[in-house]
């Protein structure tokens, strides 16, 4: 129970513990959500990005399936009637998965096996342990379009999931976000692969490396242009966020 509570408050430090960081959020988010706008934030783990957007006045449909996680947004944000939480993972189709659970950096677990296989050879996940799991509910994208309506943005944050997450989506959305780690460049592809099909090649994209909350280009780019980007971040290790907005 110790290590568990551990690892809530270091996220609760990383993730609303940072003024400076909190105020580069407000400034580059503001480009995607504005009030009354519905922002979907898949993964969302202490409701850093929840807070950022609510105070953009945008309605939040936060998504996670941590228990424990749950629990601190419920206390954070369990009484505003502009957030709606929902307690479970997001997938290809509606079910149930086993989750792994991080215990000391529960930021990184994970529906994947895959995924941590993958990252576990890497030196920057050398401490993490995937030292339990529990099972959780899945809902789809699509689900959640029906629920709750359209989103003008969709944060998916989901450790290796990306794919799944956007293969129970069937409609292009006005902007989104997903994870990228180098470890993981081939599989990040594969989920710019989706977004692109989804899209119709429509999309342009940008990039912001390890929660700097800024972009990494001055221009948007093409698909191919922001892989050209991510093969030259590749190399310094820095994992980050790609954004995709329709043009």
Known sequence: MLGRARGIVRSLVIYHGQPAKHRRALALYREFLGPGDLGFDIGAHVGGRVRTWRRLGARVVAVEPQPDCLRVLRLLFGRDRGVTLVPSAVGAAAGRARLGVSTSTPTVSSL????????????????????????????????????????????????????????????????????????THDAALAVLGRVEQLGAGGYTYNYSPVETMRFASERWLDAAELVQLLERMRPLGRSGDVYARLA
């Not at 359209?150 to 994870?179: M, N, Q, T, Y």
Request: aromatic residues 10%; charged residues 30%.
């Open 112 to 183: 994947s096996q895959r995924w941590r296989e993958s990252v576990a050879a890497d030196r920057s996940f050398a401490r993490v342990r995937w030292d339990r799991s529990v099972e959780v509910d899945v809902v789809t994208l699509d689900d959640l379009i029906a629920a709750h309506g359209e989103p003008a943005f969709c944060k998916i944050d989901v450790e290796g999931f990306e794919a799944e997450v956007l293969a129970g989506l069937s409609r292009p959305l006005r902007a989104l976000s997903f994870e990228y780690l180098p470890p």
